[in-house]
């Protein structure tokens, strides 16, 4: 992950089956809870992640855009 910049934040899903991590290069990564990358996405400006309980990982921009993936997309 080194290219993609420094981890700062992680927030693992209510049920403990996945984990976001995002990091200071805008990156979102999603692992399944055996240690597996599902996917990962560069999302320009991110400011804010959170993880629903419906499995879905929500990003917010600071320009204000709002982004709803599913934790499932490879």
Same mark, same amino acid.
């Given at each position: 992950?080194?290219? @993609?910049?420094? *981890?700062?934040?992680?927030?693992?899903?209510?049920?403990?089956?996945?984990? /976001? =991590?995002?990091?200071?290069?805008?990156?979102?990564?999603?692992?399944?809870?055996?240690?597996?990358?599902?996917? @990962?996405?560069? *999302?320009?400006?991110?400011?804010?992640?959170?993880?629903?309980?419906?499995? /879905? =990982?929500?990003?917010?921009?600071?320009?204000?855009?709002?982004?709803?993936?599913?934790?499932?997309?490879?």
């Amino acid at each position: 992950m080194e290219e @993609s910049g420094d *981890i700062i934040s992680t927030k693992i899903s209510p049920d403990g089956t996945y984990m /976001l =991590v995002t990091t200071s290069k805008d990156y979102i990564y999603v692992f399944k809870d055996d240690g597996k990358v599902l996917w @990962s996405r560069k *999302i320009d400006k991110l400011y804010r992640t959170a993880i629903s309980a419906k499995g /879905l =990982v929500v990003a917010g921009t600071s320009e204000g855009d709002i982004y709803m993936i599913s934790m499932q997309t490879e």
